[in-house]
């Protein structure tokens, strides 16, 4: 019902009626996956209503909504946990680039209607023990869990010219590859993640001394913060290395942390930190990290491009 209504709701403020999207190469690639509503028809002994199995089947999610919209484009759930709504974007870029849509809905939803698995990651010692997400803090102990649901419509850049639209951000490119072998199943390594963020610069033509500002994943864990930034300066160092000398001082990129804000939204995380970033090139303004008034002890950023977003700012536009 949340994707129904958002989809909806994306498409008008994109400047599209709904209905008049019947039999065009519209994508849906949406993250998501199958909640903890089959526990709650089963306590409730109503496991004989047949609308329960496609109430909660994930793949049934975007596929509705194609179908009452008469979409023809591919129609996805995408889970690949945290990460899902960003692989979904990613699924979507590509699908544009093969031809194979014309226009994307990408994104996640994120739902908690009951206490299953907030139970079993707490259990775990994945959630913190204050209720605070402290990204790259001293003393966070893991992150908050949060619920909501972001999408964005995108097309190739030279159609949204060509047929006026509000253009509210150009994507230069995206990538995706799994971390390989780390520490444990949900350790990230910077190794891979630098690899990752290298490449997509290089096959975007991006060079990182023009990047004033990251998004980080960011979910408030002592270990997990410190390698991601460890990540993004081994990425930040190779890649200026082949462009020439980078700046030395003062830092030019700062680092955000919306988890920081609303909590961890999971499947829908992603899109949340890219929704952000939009709405802060709107404004011209970066928002502050919050929870964080002393930095982890182990992330050092001496000699880096970066520095923490700790006070809200302006972001001054580029001038080549």
Request: proline fraction near 5%.
């Amino acid at each position: 019902r949340l994707l129904m209504m958002h989809v909806w709701s994306v498409l008008e403020a994109s400047g599209h009626a709904p209905r008049s999207m019947a039999g065009s190469r519209t994508g849906l690639f949406i993250g998501m996956s199958s909640s903890s509503y089959s526990a709650m028809v089963a306590a409730a002994r109503r496991n004989n209503d047949p609308r329960w199995v496609t109430g909660n089947v994930a793949s049934v999610g975007p596929n509705r909504i194609s179908h009452m919209l008469d979409l023809r484009g591919p129609s996805e759930p995408v889970e690949t946990a945290c990460s899902s709504s960003l692989v979904a974007l990613h699924r979507g870029l590509e699908s544009l680039r093969s031809g194979e849509s014309d226009l994307v809905i990408a994104g996640g939803v994120n739902a908690m209607p009951d206490e299953t698995l907030h139970v079993a990651f707490a259990a775990a010692g994945m959630l913190a023990l204050d209720g605070r997400c402290r990204t790259f803090a001293e003393g966070a102990s893991g992150y908050v869990r949060g619920e909501g649901i972001g999408l964005i419509a995108v097309k190739r850049l030279a159609d949204a010219e060509a047929d006026g639209d509000d253009i509210l951000a150009v994507i230069r490119g995206s990538g995706v590859r799994h971390a390989g072998r780390a520490a444990s199943l949900t350790a990230p390594n910077p190794a891979s993640q630098a690899a990752l963020l290298s490449e997509v610069y290089r096959k975007a033509d991006v060079d990182p001394r023009d990047l004033t500002c990251i998004e980080a994943h960011g979910t408030g864990t002592a270990l997990g913060d410190p390698i991601e930034i460890d990540g993004l300066k081994t990425a930040f160092a190779t890649v200026t290395a082949e462009h020439g000398a980078a700046p030395t001082a003062p830092a030019y990129c700062a680092i955000g942390a919306l988890k920081s804000h609303i909590g961890h939204l999971e499947m829908a995380a992603g899109i949340a930190g890219l929704i952000k970033l939009v709405l802060q090139v709107r404004h011209g303004r970066m928002v502050a990290n919050l929870h964080c008034d002393t930095v982890n002890p182990l992330i050092r950023l001496d000699g880096s491009p970066f520095y923490l977003l700790r006070e809200t700012r302006d972001w001054p536009r580029l001038r080549d």
